[in-house]
């Protein structure tokens, strides 16, 4: 028996086209407060950097959703261009939420290859990231009745690459870790996770990157998940 799970982010959903969308809607606006296009860029930025580097901690620890998460970094962007207004970081807020949630699209093949693999094997997601944002994607994608199971770091408290993470598929499968093929495009934690917690892998490579040097290696690297069907027939 081979249960097969997907990760959501660069393996089954483009994520990042959104997430530039909203970048580019919230700075134009702030644009239109006045504010020099490249200054304001680069104080959005920054702020987004600092909330990626908490971004774990704040999901798994304090609790928040990608709404919560992305009004402090907005917070934090107007204070530092001078323009101290919570009822304007509420508004680019909204703005970056209601921009990047139209545009979440699935990669061409995805929905071609879930259905083909759904009628093989089980087939379960495992994602990180808040609730509200991956149930979002989820819905957005109409992926809401693909799955046995979801798993999402935001709902049981635990990240990957942490081996808790892939141990609440294992429990909620009630599958052996061998018995499960994880597919991801994250080669750290995607394809190191998984393999530390005795999973099978592949490595989702769109962009013909490079592997890291590590003693950990997935049993097949493709291009996209059309291959998935010729591996696994």
């Not at 950097?49 to 934090?76: C, F, H, P, T, W």
């Not at 530092?80 to 990669?107: C, I, K, N, P, V």
């Not at 061998?178 to 934690?189: A, E, L, P, T, V």
């Amino acid at each position: 028996m081979l249960i097969l799970c997907f990760d959501l982010d660069g393996t089954l959903c483009d994520s990042a086209t959104a997430e530039e969308a909203a970048r580019l809607e919230v700075i134009n606006r702030i644009v239109s407060h006045g504010v020099e296009p490249s200054r304001a860029a680069q104080a959005f930025d920054t702020q987004y950097q600092v909330s990626e580097e908490s971004y774990v901690d704040m999901v798994i620890n304090e609790g928040l959703g990608e709404k919560g998460i992305r009004l402090k970094q907005i917070a934090g962007t107007i204070r530092a261009l001078g323009l101290d207004d919570e009822g304007l970081a509420e508004e680019l807020s909204e703005a970056h939420w209601t921009t990047m949630s139209s545009l979440f699209t699935h990669y061409p093949e995805a929905m071609q290859i879930l259905e083909a693999m759904s009628l093989k094997y089980r087939i379960n997601l495992l994602s990180n990231g808040p609730s509200d944002l991956q149930r979002e994607k989820i819905r957005a994608l109409g992926l809401e009745n693909r799955f046995e199971h979801v798993i999402i770091s935001g709902e049981v408290g635990h990240s990957k690459p942490s081996r808790e993470i892939f141990e609440a598929l294992l429990s909620r499968t009630g599958a052996q870790a061998h018995q499960i093929m994880y597919i991801g495009d994250n080669y750290m934690k995607d394809i190191v996770g998984a393999l530390g917690a005795g999973l099978r892998a592949v490595w989702v490579n769109r962009d013909g990157r490079q592997a890291p040097s590590h003693p950990l290696k997935p049993e097949h690297a493709i291009k996209d998940l059309s291959e998935l069907a010729h591996i696994l027939g």
